[in-house]
């Protein structure tokens, strides 16, 4: 990983996966299967766990939390910001600084 390829964990992301007991995180594109013509945009997604095949995977640690960046997506140039949502009470993950378009 070079040094323009910044991964930031916010403050309020890193204490509730410190909370949670999860300090492995997942960046990948989630597997779609459509059965008519659409066009998607692979969009990267975050899950709070370890993936099942580690070794497609580069790990980078960040602040005591390991996350695993899938090896088809390539990291952009910007900072990629993994922060903590709420909705209806719920908190999740959320990824941001990827494009649709990446060259």
């Not at 323009?4 to 300090?23: M, P, Q, S």
């Not at 899950?47 to 990291?75: A, H």
């Amino acid at each position: 990983m070079s040094e323009e390829n910044i991964i930031k964990i916010t403050e309020r992301a890193a204490e509730h996966l410190k909370k949670k007991g999860k300090l492995q995180v997942t960046i990948e594109i989630p597997e779609n299967r459509l059965s008519s013509e659409s066009v998607l945009v692979p969009v990267p997604e975050i899950i709070g766990r370890k993936p099942k095949e580690p070794e497609n995977y580069q790990i980078i640690n960040v602040d005591g939390i390991d996350v695993y960046v899938s090896k088809s997506l390539v990291l952009p140039k910007n900072d990629v910001i993994i922060d903590l949502d709420t909705f209806l009470g719920m908190k999740f993950l959320r990824v941001s600084g990827f494009k649709s378009n990446e060259s």
